[in-house]
């Protein structure tokens, strides 16, 4: 378990199904190789990537033979996006959210390029997409806690005492997968304990309740765009900006507080991956600082953000939203004015993009 | 960043439902031996309990109740509410309690898990319910905050309540166990979590401890089903005591933690008999949870019985009216404060 798979024994796992092949893309970003699908390949390979070039776009990207794969450099984001490129991200890996924009399918995948298979307690490789597809397709359980975490896990259920009119449960719309190894810590942190490594896999998938915020990570995390993907915008932020590292972070309070009103779920826990590259701390301090402060202003925000019951689509909750944050985080920076009109722009780019999704509404307010 | 606990601060209470202990103490001897326990003998069991020797311990059998809370009142503690009296008499500041047919589990690796030791450690580090960590209780070894967990919230609250979870028999109601007879809960889950703020959950009495000091008078002997029976399947006393403590450990600003330690629970009953027998309880439910997910506590409670205390007014007026059962609960939680209030500061003498 403290180390990743091997290709073969991520081939000795996989298994002929491939669930959701022609309704799923794999978003990654990356500014240099793609190495690591190797590692990937016997649980990645059927499906189609959509490769978001990072920097400079002169630069080619190798990607392993046998993908089947789309790619799109900064030059291809201006030209489809024209003026409203500006809310994309230059720089940061927070560029990913173009993936989603301008995928096709129903459900997206996204991983980073230095996460690999990682192996479960009894020495088997890990297959995450097939784990994040299993969390999709169940439903989650936001309205209650269930002590026996996941109660559509096999071999679970739910406990005594959970009301039967509760048991349905929602669709979900978010898994938000772990990491063996380099765990996801802040700078500080990081720095507090340069050594430390997370060995522990705990076996469990939860539903996180509603209510509750939860630091997002976008690592390791699959969504069904389709449910939420207008709200997956993960903000300004790299070159230019006052601020990073907080892209998937930004992206998860506005997804939960937006799943929590339209009556969605989120799921975490399981599926580990190997996460490899520990980033240098003093790199990381430089770009998170300013967010660790404002981090104090913008939890409380998203705890009291109450959205209005018209608000029944994920756009029109993420406009309102947009004007929210205008209004109330405005204050502490200009760069929330800033971010606040990014989120419009990427609204009206994704809609753009996704014509058919403009007018779709699951129909539920919370 | 945990506080130290002393043995001597520790009640282990065991509400008795079977009168024959001996291979549940036995088993669990190595690791109760260090501690006072506190037996309790389900009043409607006729038979003598067996006991092995060598624990320091109080027994109080239905005489004991009788005398310390009168005759008409100790009603309430029959059945697996007979704890509740264990809790009442104590004068600890921690309590362990479990019910008597849970023994020793194994985790992962093999190794019997030491329930007492995790209980402890679980209350005396902070919960942190206020926002969610994806990598679970950052206080445990190997683990912390991650990326994007605000620092002002990293200091945590106080624990008050520590839920335990179950191997084999788990703690599902009879319509569940009854679908699914061969169903045993086989996954160990190497995790402690603390239950976010404002969400309730099913708090199970099987496995659980807590600081008596802080949190005490809310664990309670209310709601009683009609066809309340000798199984776990046959009631939610517990389940009803939970949703309280979970609401005023929310709105004091406690922490209520879920996960490890589990124990081991034996097979014992037949759900389906249960099922024939007391469906009322699963009936309840769809009442109990909204009604509790809507309370809101007023500022002006500031201590656990003005909680309590609260809870029951609201329950009287919103759920009086739809099911005595619910009258009745109100009542049962107000005499309980003020039962609480007068033993809870007298010493009683401990029974033979």
Redesign the interface.
């Given at each position: 378990m403290n180390e990743p798979a091997t290709a073969i024994e991520a081939a000795v796992a996989a298994s002929p199904l491939h669930q959701l092949k022609d309704e799923l893309d794999i978003v990654i970003p990356t500014i240099r190789n793609l190495d690591f699908l190797e590692m990937w390949r016997p649980f990645l390979q059927p499906y189609h990537l959509i490769i978001v070039q990072d920097g400079d776009p002169s630069k080619t990207i190798k990607v392993p033979n046998g993908f089947d794969y789309e790619l799109y450099n900064r030059n291809d984001i201006k030209r489809i996006l024209g003026p409203k490129a500006s809310c994309i991200s230059f720089k940061d890996s927070a560029c990913r959210c173009f993936g989603y924009m301008v995928s096709k399918k129903k459900y997206i995948f996204t991983i980073d390029d230095d996460c690999f298979v990682a192996k479960d307690?009894s020495g088997k490789a890990i297959n995450a997409l097939e784990q994040h597809i299993k969390n999709l397709l169940s439903p989650s359980t936001p309205?209650?806690?269930?002590?026996?975490?996941d109660p559509f896990?096999e071999?679970?259920?739910?406990?005594?005492?959970?009301?039967?009119?509760?048991r349905e449960g929602v669709s979900t719309a978010v898994s938000?997968g772990?990491w063996l190894n380099i765990?996801?810590?802040?700078a500080p942190?990081q720095l507090v304990?340069p050594l430390?490594?997370?060995?522990?896999?705990?076996?469990?998938v939860l539903t996180?309740?509603?209510?509750?915020?939860?630091?997002?990570?976008g690592m390791n995390l699959a969504f069904d765009r389709q449910l939420i993907g207008p709200a997956m915008y993960f903000g300004l932020m790299g070159e230019g900006q006052p601020i990073g590292?907080?892209d998937?972070?930004w992206a998860?309070w506005c997804i939960k507080v937006i799943c929590d009103h339209l009556g969605l779920g989120v799921k975490?826990g399981l599926p580990y991956i190997y996460h490899s590259k520990a980033s240098n701390p003093f790199v990381n301090l430089r770009k998170?600082y300013k967010g660790?402060y404002w981090?104090?202003d913008i939890?409380p925000f998203f705890q009291q953000v109450v959205l209005p019951k018209d608000c029944t689509t994920v756009q029109k909750c993420y406009i309102e939203l947009a004007k929210q944050v205008k209004e109330k985080l405005g204050k502490i920076d200009p760069y929330f004015d800033k971010l606040a009109d990014a989120m419009v722009t990427w609204i009206q780019a994704w809609d753009g993009l996704n014509p058919t999704s403009a007018s779709f509404s699951n129909g539920k307010t919370g | 960043m945990s506080l130290s606990i002393k043995d001597h601060e520790i009640d282990i209470v065991i509400g008795a439902l079977r009168s024959d202990l001996t291979s549940f103490m036995s088993e669990w001897r190595p690791i109760f031996s260090r501690f006072h326990l506190i037996i309790v003998k389900d009043p409607d069991l006729k038979e003598e309990l067996k006991i092995p020797e060598g624990f320091n311990l109080d027994v109080y059998k239905k005489p004991d109740i009788d005398c310390v809370v009168g005759t008409s009142t100790s009603t309430i503690f029959s059945g697996y509410s007979c704890r509740y009296f264990g809790y009442l008499v104590s004068r600890k500041k921690y309590i362990i309690s479990m019910d008597d047919d849970c023994y020793l589990a194994k985790d992962n690796k093999g190794i019997l898990v030491d329930a007492v030791a995790q209980h402890i450690t679980k209350l005396t580090t902070p919960a942190t319910p206020f926002f969610f960590n994806t990598l679970y209780d950052p206080f445990t070894e190997g683990a912390d905050f991650v990326r994007g967990y605000p620092f002002s919230l990293r200091s945590g609250v106080q624990c008050a309540l520590s839920c335990g979870l179950w191997l084999n028999l788990a703690d599902y109601d009879a319509p569940t166990q009854a679908l699914k007879p061969e169903e045993r809960n086989s996954r160990y889950v190497d995790a402690v979590l603390t239950v976010p703020a404002r969400s309730l959950m099913p708090i199970s009495g099987i496995n659980i401890a807590f600081n008596r000091e802080v949190i005490g008078p809310a664990l309670l002997p209310s709601l009683r089903l009609g066809g309340e029976g000798k199984f776990r399947w046959e009631t939610m006393e517990d389940i009803w005591s939970g949703m309280c403590v979970k609401v005023a450990c929310d709105h004091l600003g406690l922490g209520v933690k879920t996960g490890m330690p589990y124990v081991w629970r034996n097979d014992r009953g037949d759900a389906i008999a249960s099922l024939r027998k007391e469906w009322e309880g699963v009936k309840l439910m769809e009442e109990v949870v909204p009604f509790f997910q809507s309370v809101r506590l007023p500022r002006e409670a500031t201590t656990t019985e003005d909680c309590v205390a609260e809870v029951a007014n609201v329950v009287k007026e919103q759920l009086g009216s739809k099911d005595p059962i619910f009258a009745r609960a109100a009542k049962a939680m107000v005499d309980w404060v003020m039962l609480w209030k007068s033993v809870g500061s007298s010493t009683s003498s401990p029974g033979a």
């Amino acid at each position: 378990m403290n180390e990743p798979a091997t290709a073969i024994e991520a081939a000795v796992a996989a298994s002929p199904l491939h669930q959701l092949k022609d309704e799923l893309d794999i978003v990654i970003p990356t500014i240099r190789n793609l190495d690591f699908l190797e590692m990937w390949r016997p649980f990645l390979q059927p499906y189609h990537l959509i490769i978001v070039q990072d920097g400079d776009p002169s630069k080619t990207i190798k990607v392993p033979n046998g993908f089947d794969y789309e790619l799109y450099n900064r030059n291809d984001i201006k030209r489809i996006l024209g003026p409203k490129a500006s809310c994309i991200s230059f720089k940061d890996s927070a560029c990913r959210c173009f993936g989603y924009m301008v995928s096709k399918k129903k459900y997206i995948f996204t991983i980073d390029d230095d996460c690999f298979v990682a192996k479960d307690p009894s020495g088997k490789a890990i297959n995450a997409l097939e784990q994040h597809i299993k969390n999709l397709l169940s439903p989650s359980t936001p309205f209650f806690f269930n002590t026996l975490y996941d109660p559509f896990a096999e071999g679970a259920d739910f406990v005594r005492g959970y009301p039967f009119s509760l048991r349905e449960g929602v669709s979900t719309a978010v898994s938000h997968g772990l990491w063996l190894n380099i765990p996801d810590y802040d700078a500080p942190t990081q720095l507090v304990k340069p050594l430390e490594r997370n060995t522990r896999f705990v076996d469990a998938v939860l539903t996180i309740p509603k209510g509750t915020l939860f630091p997002m990570c976008g690592m390791n995390l699959a969504f069904d765009r389709q449910l939420i993907g207008p709200a997956m915008y993960f903000g300004l932020m790299g070159e230019g900006q006052p601020i990073g590292r907080y892209d998937d972070m930004w992206a998860g309070w506005c997804i939960k507080v937006i799943c929590d009103h339209l009556g969605l779920g989120v799921k975490t826990g399981l599926p580990y991956i190997y996460h490899s590259k520990a980033s240098n701390p003093f790199v990381n301090l430089r770009k998170e600082y300013k967010g660790i402060y404002w981090q104090e202003d913008i939890i409380p925000f998203f705890q009291q953000v109450v959205l209005p019951k018209d608000c029944t689509t994920v756009q029109k909750c993420y406009i309102e939203l947009a004007k929210q944050v205008k209004e109330k985080l405005g204050k502490i920076d200009p760069y929330f004015d800033k971010l606040a009109d990014a989120m419009v722009t990427w609204i009206q780019a994704w809609d753009g993009l996704n014509p058919t999704s403009a007018s779709f509404s699951n129909g539920k307010t919370g | 960043m945990s506080l130290s606990i002393k043995d001597h601060e520790i009640d282990i209470v065991i509400g008795a439902l079977r009168s024959d202990l001996t291979s549940f103490m036995s088993e669990w001897r190595p690791i109760f031996s260090r501690f006072h326990l506190i037996i309790v003998k389900d009043p409607d069991l006729k038979e003598e309990l067996k006991i092995p020797e060598g624990f320091n311990l109080d027994v109080y059998k239905k005489p004991d109740i009788d005398c310390v809370v009168g005759t008409s009142t100790s009603t309430i503690f029959s059945g697996y509410s007979c704890r509740y009296f264990g809790y009442l008499v104590s004068r600890k500041k921690y309590i362990i309690s479990m019910d008597d047919d849970c023994y020793l589990a194994k985790d992962n690796k093999g190794i019997l898990v030491d329930a007492v030791a995790q209980h402890i450690t679980k209350l005396t580090t902070p919960a942190t319910p206020f926002f969610f960590n994806t990598l679970y209780d950052p206080f445990t070894e190997g683990a912390d905050f991650v990326r994007g967990y605000p620092f002002s919230l990293r200091s945590g609250v106080q624990c008050a309540l520590s839920c335990g979870l179950w191997l084999n028999l788990a703690d599902y109601d009879a319509p569940t166990q009854a679908l699914k007879p061969e169903e045993r809960n086989s996954r160990y889950v190497d995790a402690v979590l603390t239950v976010p703020a404002r969400s309730l959950m099913p708090i199970s009495g099987i496995n659980i401890a807590f600081n008596r000091e802080v949190i005490g008078p809310a664990l309670l002997p209310s709601l009683r089903l009609g066809g309340e029976g000798k199984f776990r399947w046959e009631t939610m006393e517990d389940i009803w005591s939970g949703m309280c403590v979970k609401v005023a450990c929310d709105h004091l600003g406690l922490g209520v933690k879920t996960g490890m330690p589990y124990v081991w629970r034996n097979d014992r009953g037949d759900a389906i008999a249960s099922l024939r027998k007391e469906w009322e309880g699963v009936k309840l439910m769809e009442e109990v949870v909204p009604f509790f997910q809507s309370v809101r506590l007023p500022r002006e409670a500031t201590t656990t019985e003005d909680c309590v205390a609260e809870v029951a007014n609201v329950v009287k007026e919103q759920l009086g009216s739809k099911d005595p059962i619910f009258a009745r609960a109100a009542k049962a939680m107000v005499d309980w404060v003020m039962l609480w209030k007068s033993v809870g500061s007298s010493t009683s003498s401990p029974g033979a």
